[in-house]
């Protein structure tokens, strides 16, 4: 019975370098890097199906080099509008 008392703190300290060891290799999983996923069917559809998607997609695949182009503004200009409003878009005249 003396034993398993003495060992107590050797126990604590094995554990808590297992959980410490689990959380190390957590963190590392969660931060490794990944291969970028390419577009599947149905997005490519879904931008096709929608404009503004298919210019936002336009954007992003330029970049920085984005923010010189005026169909960027316009395009983040209108993603602005539909996200924090309701309203349908003014037709274009």
Same mark, same amino acid.
Request: positive net charge.
């Given at each position: 019975?003396?034993?398993?008392?003495?060992?107590?703190?050797?126990?604590?300290?094995?554990?808590?370098?297992?959980?410490?060891?689990?959380?190390?290799?957590?963190?590392?999983?969660? &931060?490794?890097?990944? @291969?970028?996923?390419?577009?599947?069917?149905?997005? !490519?559809?879904?931008?096709?199906?929608?404009?503004? !998607?298919?210019?936002? !997609?336009?954007?992003?695949?330029?970049?920085? !080099?984005? @923010?010189?182009?005026?169909?960027?503004?316009?395009?983040?200009? @209108?993603?602005?509008?539909? &996200? &924090?409003?309701?309203?349908?878009?003014?037709?274009?005249?």
């Amino acid at each position: 019975m003396r034993g398993l008392v003495r060992n107590i703190p050797i126990i604590g300290r094995t554990a808590g370098c297992v959980l410490v060891a689990m959380a190390i290799i957590a963190v590392a999983l969660h &931060f490794h890097p990944r @291969e970028p996923s390419r577009p599947s069917a149905t997005n !490519a559809a879904a931008l096709h199906a929608d404009p503004l !998607a298919a210019a936002l !997609a336009r954007c992003q695949a330029l970049g920085m !080099a984005a @923010e010189s182009d005026a169909a960027y503004q316009t395009t983040w200009d @209108e993603n602005r509008r539909r &996200f &924090f409003t309701y309203k349908p878009a003014p037709e274009a005249r």
